[in-house]
């Protein structure tokens, strides 16, 4: 099961296999994504110490286009396919800068929030001081006119 990013938590994609599968999935929306495996074996060997093995092959960007295949499929010469390469190789240099730009807009975001708080816990800090400060003046002068030393 693939799930989008945890704003929504939508399931993109889910399969169910055999003792053997493979899928691959292609995300067009940005951010973090949870992969969730599970195993439908009824053999209790697995708890028994027995073991699973799951092999994952993550690809991201333009490694993940087989461009032989697609020079055979659609019939491309070395130059066509050549340019193909080099578009994909721009389209993801473009997708790269703009989650960096959101990235960079996320922790501006959160450092000006960050930095907000900062100035608003030092004010109240600075209020309490200053009214504690008072209060032990008040709270002195009260003694010393009561033991009559001022």
């Given at each position: 099961?693939?799930?989008?990013?945890?704003?929504?938590?939508?399931?993109?994609?889910?399969?169910?296999?055999?003792s053997?599968?493979?899928?691959?999935?292609?995300?067009?929306?940005?951010?973090?994504?949870?992969?969730?495996?599970?195993?439908?074996?009824?053999?209790?060997?697995?708890?028994?110490?027995?073991?699973?093995?799951?092999?994952l092959?993550?690809?991201?960007?333009?490694?993940?286009?087989?461009?032989?295949?697609?020079?055979?499929?659609?019939?491309l010469?070395?130059?066509?396919?050549?340019?193909?390469?080099?578009?994909?190789?721009?389209?993801?240099?473009?997708?790269?800068?703009?989650?960096?730009?959101?990235?960079?807009?996320?922790?501006?975001?959160?450092?000006?929030?960050?930095?907000q708080?900062?100035?608003?816990?030092s004010?109240?800090?600075?209020?309490?001081l200053?009214l504690?400060?008072?209060?032990?003046?008040?709270?002195?002068?009260?003694?010393?006119?009561?033991?009559?030393?001022?």
């Open positions: 099961t693939v799930l989008t990013p945890r704003v929504t938590l939508q399931v993109v994609l889910s399969r169910q296999y055999g053997e599968g493979r899928f691959t999935f292609t995300s067009h929306t940005p951010g973090e994504h949870q992969i969730c495996l599970h195993s439908n074996s009824t053999r209790m060997a697995l708890f028994a110490g027995g073991k699973l093995r799951v092999h092959d993550i690809q991201v960007g333009e490694h993940t286009n087989n461009y032989p295949e697609i020079a055979a499929k659609d019939k010469t070395e130059l066509q396919l050549r340019a193909r390469q080099l578009l994909d190789q721009v389209e993801q240099i473009q997708k790269e800068q703009n989650y960096q730009r959101y990235r960079e807009e996320r922790f501006r975001m959160t450092s000006e929030s960050t930095n708080r900062v100035l608003w816990w004010i109240a800090q600075t209020i309490i200053i504690t400060g008072i209060w032990q003046m008040r709270h002195l002068k009260s003694f010393f006119e009561a033991k009559k030393l001022v």
